[in-house]
């Protein structure tokens, strides 16, 4: 498999890293849906987000 930005395993720090950063757009571009997810429980966890990033994204960004 190439190696990618992105990664396929729930259980890596990496994947962590880009919820984070996902998480931050979502407050920075939108508050009112960032503060939806947070009053839910586990919203801000954005599991489902990453599987989209996931199939979105995966084949476009090469890593180095």
């Given at each position: 498999m190439n190696r990618t930005i992105f990664i396929s395993t729930p259980?890596?720090?990496v994947m962590e890293k880009q919820l984070r950063y996902?998480?931050?757009?979502?407050?920075?571009?939108?508050?009112?849906?960032?503060?939806?997810c947070a009053k839910l429980p586990d919203g801000l966890d954005l599991l489902f987000a990453h599987r989209w990033i996931l199939l979105c994204?995966?084949?476009?960004?090469?890593?180095?």
């Open positions: 259980t890596d720090d996902l998480r931050e757009l979502l407050l920075l571009m939108l508050p009112l849906f960032h503060d939806h994204f995966k084949r476009e960004f090469p890593g180095h």
